[in-house]
């Protein structure tokens, strides 16, 4: 996946009352409609983040929690979309949860994105009597099994599980949903199968979409809807294809990247 800021966003710049040194840049994403102070090393934000953000069917009003919402990058692009939707994150590392307040103060929605620092495994007692209309993740796509995490710490923790395994996540998510509420995450392919394996523990209607990377290619990424207590059925929607064979994105694609259309619901 290729990051935004190398896809034609704006690239590092200078962030007001950022003492020289900092360890972050300030890029772009929806066009530039969104500003994102992000570490300069370990993981930075790609397109995965504005694909979840694009999926998640919420309205003006709804609430929507983003479970391990390191900067936050996903909500800050459906803040752009969705007006006067409340949005609350949860993160694990302190310094990303220092940069997604930060971010929500940039982009003028701290009125109605509350950070909070955090395990989903423990979440902190102001977010456990908390239930929300919308539950956005985007886990960790490898296994602690088998991985070769990275060596910058943050990276690591993004990238491959932890303590939590991704059936935690899914019962996380699950846990903070309002009854009539939508889980919707962004995961890896093979991982599917464990992903509908968890499911089926809760009874409901799921949507899948498929991420090419060109036509013919396998996906990369697929985006998970589930509403729980709905009448159980599974729908494969029209697969998306990202980047046309010169590598340019494709029509559908830019229209989501960078004027924060949504993905069908």
Known sequence: MIAPSSAGESGGGTVPDAAPGDDFTLDGLLGGGVRLLQPRRGYRVAIDPVMLAAAVPAHAGDTVLDLGCGVGAAALCLARRVADVTLVGLEIQPELVELARRNAVLNRIAE?????????MAPPAALTAMRFDHVMANPPFRAAAGADPSPIRSKATATVEGAATLAHWLAACFGFLRPGGCVTLIHSPDRLHEIETCLAA??????????????????????VRFRPRRPPARRMLAALVLHESDGRYTPETERILRAGMALPD
């Open 112 to 120: 109605r994105f509350t950070v909070h620092a955090g395990d989903l």
């Open 202 to 223: 809760e009874p409901g209607a799921m949507d899948v979409l498929a991420l090419h990377p060109k036509a013919g290619a396998a996906p990369k990424r697929v985006i």
